[in-house]
């Protein structure tokens, strides 16, 4: 099968273009032909050697990648029969193996892939999909009511985020720049800040939970808004201790997380996409030959929505 391998971690010179055996399943495992993969910020960074790198780097050949969507082609699992259609970010924050034609997933990190959504579509609902989900229902206890502020509402896992938490009944204000406004508020946010011209250190502090999917200085502007007793959740990096004293200074709970592969959260997921309460939404699209492009083109981190590689 084709696949990618990282040989060393650098620059997207790096991504070399291999053949290998396909992958053999285990027990509970199921072997996928994937038909597309997603690409999100942790790729770059741990092809970089940042990221998950360092959980991953003895293995050999390392093989990026988490988000896949595809065909069930062998089953060693009741759950999943030949021909069925399923999508799954795997085995985060361990090694995925996504990068190739053929990958062996368990079958409890997978969903059916809803059959109103392309495969495309699904491998780019996966990590930023989980991300969001499991932030705002486990961590968050979204609640229907709630005034909630969505750091980059136009990225990966903002754009998701901002509709998920409509779903659950909140007021949610999205924030980006300006010429991606409209597209934050067509996501169903009840109002929208442009986060280059906007005075966090004298605005109110109104939002029972943030987002915060940008990290560094921008979490110390997200406290500003947060209300006392209300909370403040970190993606990309985790809260040092200076935010935390602040964060706890102001009454509110700051923390950091981090999204693993889970086959019943994917199944909550499908069903969003299912009934349509969310929708994702794919900016570019690349073939497997040109996934060096598609990191350049996450890198840029300019991205509104995902990138997706086809097979």
Known sequence: MKAIVLKTAGDVANLEYVELAKPVTQEGEVLIKVKAISINPVDVKSRQGKGVYGRIKEENP????????GIVEESKSAEFKIGDEVFGMVNFPGH??????????????????????????????????????????HNANIQKGQNVLVRAASGGVGHIAVQIAKHF????TGTSSLKNKDFVLGLG???????????????N?????????????????????????????????GLNEEVTAKAESKGVK??????????????????????????????????????????????????????VVTL
Do not use: C
């Open 62 to 69: 390392l093989i990026l990648g988490w988000d896949i969507s």
């Open 96 to 137: 995925g193996k996504a990068y190739a034609e053929y990958v062996a997933a368990p079958a409890n990190q997978l969903a059916l892939k809803p059959q109103n959504i392309s495969f495309e579509e699904a491998a780019a609902s996966t990590l930023v999909a989980l991300t969001a989900y499991q932030a705002l229902v």
């Open 169 to 172: 009944g909140a007021k949610v």
């Open 189 to 203: 946010a009840d109002s929208h800040i442009d986060y280059h011209n906007f005075d966090w250190k004298n605005a």
């Open 205 to 237: 502090a109104e939002f029972d939970f943030v987002l915060d999917t940008i990290g560094g200085e921008n979490i110390d502007n997200s406290l500003e808004v947060t209300k006392e007793g209300g909370s403040i959740i970190s993606i990309p990096t």
């Open 254 to 307: 700051g923390y950091f997380i981090m999204v693993q592969s889970s086959g019943d959260d994917m199944k909550q997921i499908a069903n969003l996409l299912e009934s349509g309460a969310v929708k994702v939404h794919v900016s570019k699209t690349f073939r497997f030959e040109q996934m060096r492009d598609a990191h350049l083109e996450q890198e840029t981190g300019r991205t509104v929505g995902k990138i």
